[in-house]
């Protein structure tokens, strides 16, 4: 939690996000995963000064404990003085403690948000998956809860001003409006109207450029002109040579023998994960992963 600290921006992490969006689509699923189409309501999780602290706080918890559907996990919500904005204990259950920091008494709004991502560190321990490393899995923490669609409510709790500033979880504001750009490309939402923070707003428009330009990358046809002349050269150079490095647009080409047919392997825009295809002209693939249709000069 940045707490009146600067905040981070850009995109530092946005390789491990993308392995976590791959992540969640090999061990849940593309069925699973689409069956998280509907995100949190806002009117759901809302959490005003005048409600009981600690009824709405469980009330709260288990709206989002029915979203990510547990139904056999139970959440207990308490408050109390730490560094970080939440903590939970990852137990067998049913029972799971989570304990918000102090200063949630006085921001009540942002409670979804920090539930929001310790109900996810439950829903991704029952499921068994986990990145190795605390700061990766906390990443991939924060991925899961946008992509499976609560997250959005950690990117409404970031505000800054000249005077304090507030951002809760390790993505920055920029990947968190990555993150919810790819997954209303794929869900077909329009997250735009769920944000009461400006600031939000802003980074999640920033975050819809980056997931536009994945769109954008050759070998798919929608690749602008210097990226398709820049592909072009790399296919001459990987035609007389048989092979070539993986080059700045992410796409590789190799020759599993030397009498075979020339391959480029590059990333699905959607979920990531490498797609390998005969380097011979225009065609439509479809990734095994997320089902996604691409459009492909290659």
Same mark, same amino acid.
């Given at each position: 939690m940045a707490n009146d600290r600067p905040v981070e921006h850009g995109y530092p992490h946005l390789e491990t996000v993308r392995a976590a969006v791959t992540a969640l689509y090999k061990r849940l699923s593309y069925d699973t995963v689409h069956s998280f189409d509907t995100s949190v309501a806002p009117a759901d999780v809302a959490f005003g /000064?005048? /409600? /009981? %602290?600690? %009824? &709405?706080a469980q009330r709260v918890a288990r709206e989002l404990v029915r979203h990510l559907r547990l139904p056999d996990a139970r959440v207990i919500?308490? !408050? *109390? +003085? #730490?560094?970080h904005a939440a903590f939970v204990e990852l137990t067998a259950g049913p029972e799971y403690f989570i304990e918000l920091n102090d200063r949630f008494r006085r921001h009540r709004r942002d409670v979804g948000a920090a539930l929001a991502h310790e109900v #996810?560190?439950?829903? %991704?321990? *029952?499921? &068994?998956?986990?990145f190795p490393g605390t700061r990766a899995n906390e990443i991939l923490t924060d991925t899961a809860t946008t992509y499976l669609g609560a997250g959005w409510l950690l990117l409404d709790a970031y505000r800054e001003d000249g005077a304090s500033s507030q951002k809760l979880g390790y993505l920055t504001p920029e990947e968190f409006g990555?993150?919810?750009?790819? *997954? $209303? %490309? $794929? !869900? &077909? +939402?329009a997250p735009e109207t769920w944000f009461t923070s400006p600031q939000a707003y802003t980074a999640y428009t920033r975050g819809l450029a980056q997931a536009r330009r994945d769109e954008r990358q050759p070998p798919l046809t929608a690749a602008g002109w210097a990226g398709r002349r820049r592909y072009a050269k790399d296919r001459r150079y990987a035609l007389d040579h048989g092979s070539g490095p993986r080059t700045e647009g992410s796409y590789s080409f190799s020759r599993p023998d030397a009498a075979g047919p020339l391959r480029v392997s590059f990333p699905c825009p959607t979920c990531h994960q490498r797609i390998r295809l005969p380097a011979r002209g225009r065609l439509r693939a479809r990734c095994a992963l997320c089902h996604a249709l691409l459009d492909c000069d290659t």
């Open positions: /000064d005048e /409600d /009981d %602290l600690h %009824l &709405g919500v308490s !408050f *109390r +003085e #730490m560094e #996810m560190h439950v829903y %991704l321990h *029952r499921l &068994g998956l986990t990555y993150v919810l750009a790819k *997954r $209303a %490309l $794929a !869900f &077909g +939402e």
